[in-house]
């Protein structure tokens, strides 16, 4: 199938909240969200990886306007789960590529990832989805990420090839 | 702005691949899926969380078809990156909900999570996008999960009131 990119888009006011050593248990994640969404704050991104010896970290965006809100309650939501901190960084954006099915070919992510890393940019999330992929990186970089990804993936042309398959 | 989940998706043919203790500098993601791209390998989901002291895990999941042809190649990828070793998970599926929007109500992901929790189904991974919320889960859960997740989304009516602001 022809895997094409269209657009990049990002985001700028955000912060970042990690909940850091939260028991891998079922019930964790949903007493957070349950917790959060109490307080009516919007996320932007919910991101969870690998666990380490029965404890795994949870990371969320929310807009940076509402983390205000919900710095007031993170270590009663902390305390709520077992977890052992909070981790925030307000210095954060994110960066995305935007088409079907961009996350499929391997060859697309490489490309997002070598633009940034040309630039110095470091990583510090990723997610994606069957419609984008989603890198969160240092806020003060947004502008230059954006650009060299357009160097990158447009400028460079990015339609595949139709593949043979 | 009404948010409503359009639909709850799910695929088993999927194994888990952890490349754990990798370094959180600038390019370590690039070489990962430039080396995955070499060996034509399509990626079904790349998630990445908060880092610990210089290092990251990156985790991603492959078609259980493509798996063989990953492991020939996943010691040599560690050893590219300085990674401490890969982990392995082929008992995974994914349950995802779709909709414009979900990811921004918590109400939504906590209700998901919920719906999971109470059938005692650890979640393994979480990603996001603007378009849906997917949980890694264990594969023999995978129909548990959808089943719950209707019940808990579809029977309840998951069309939220148009909010006032
Ligand atoms: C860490 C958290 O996601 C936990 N595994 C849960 O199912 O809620
Ligand atoms: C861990 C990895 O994502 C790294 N931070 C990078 O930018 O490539």
Same mark, same amino acid.
Do not use: W, Y
């Given at each position: 199938?022809?895997?094409? =990119?269209?657009?990049?888009?990002?985001?700028?006011?955000?912060?970042? @909240?990690?909940?850091?050593? +939260? #028991?891998?248990? #079922?019930?964790?994640?949903?007493?957070?969200?349950?917790?959060?969404?109490?307080?009516?704050?919007?996320?932007?991104?919910?991101?969870?990886?690998?666990?380490?010896?029965?404890?795994?970290?949870?990371?969320?965006? =929310?807009?940076?306007?509402?983390?205000?809100?919900?710095?007031?309650? /993170?270590?009663? /939501?902390?305390?709520?789960?077992?977890?052992?901190?909070?981790?925030?960084?307000?210095?954060?954006?994110?960066?995305? /590529? +935007?088409?079907?099915?961009?996350?499929?070919? #391997?060859?697309?992510?490489?490309?997002?990832?070598?633009? *940034?890393?040309?630039?110095?940019?470091?990583? &510090? *999330?990723?997610?994606?989805?069957?419609?984008? $992929?989603?890198? @969160? $990186? #240092?806020? &003060?970089?947004?502008? &230059?990420? @954006?650009?060299?990804?357009?160097?990158? /993936?447009?400028?460079?042309?990015?339609?595949?090839?139709?593949?043979? &398959?």
């Amino acid at each position: 199938e022809e895997v094409s =990119v269209r657009g990049i888009a990002h985001q700028k006011n955000v912060t970042k @909240v990690s909940l850091v050593g +939260v #028991p891998d248990q #079922p019930g964790t994640a949903a007493k957070i969200f349950a917790g959060i969404g109490k307080h009516e704050v919007n996320i932007n991104l919910i991101v969870q990886a690998e666990h380490h010896g029965g404890k795994n970290d949870i990371s969320f965006l =929310v807009e940076s306007s509402a983390f205000l809100r919900v710095s007031r309650f /993170l270590d009663e /939501l902390v305390a709520l789960v077992g977890g052992e901190r909070a981790v925030v960084d307000e210095n954060v954006a994110t960066v995305s /590529l +935007v088409g079907e099915g961009v996350q499929r070919e #391997p060859g697309i992510a490489a490309r997002m990832f070598t633009a *940034l890393a040309r630039e110095g940019i470091n990583i &510090d *999330l990723i997610s994606t989805s069957n419609l984008m $992929i989603t890198c @969160v $990186i #240092p806020k &003060d970089r947004a502008e &230059d990420a @954006v650009r060299a990804l357009h160097r990158e /993936l447009f400028e460079k042309g990015v339609v595949q090839e139709p593949r043979l &398959d």
